[in-house]
């Protein structure tokens, strides 16, 4: 049986984007207000302005898309 990816979230990424650092990265949507924070080391650097994004769970786990990047990162809601 074939483990299908869910869509959590979509949409603008808010202001500056510059890739993936930390644990201390935090990525907040426009629309919603949510905040997802960066939950694995991982430096992959992407400039781009509020860029179009997603947040999928895959097996469990939540990831980031970012639209123009190859790499994803896992990611955990920021409460």
Request: charged share 30%.
């Amino acid at each position: 049986m074939a483990l299908v990816k869910h869509v959590v979230e979509e949409g603008l990424l808010a202001g500056d984007f510059e890739g993936f650092e930390d644990e201390g990265t935090v990525f907040a949507f426009v629309a919603s207000g949510r905040q997802w924070r960066q939950a694995e080391i991982k430096y992959v650097y992407y400039y781009a302005y509020m860029p179009r994004a997603r947040v999928i769970r895959d097996r469990g786990r939540c990831y980031l898309e970012v639209v123009g990047m190859r790499e994803r990162v896992l990611v955990q809601e920021d409460r």
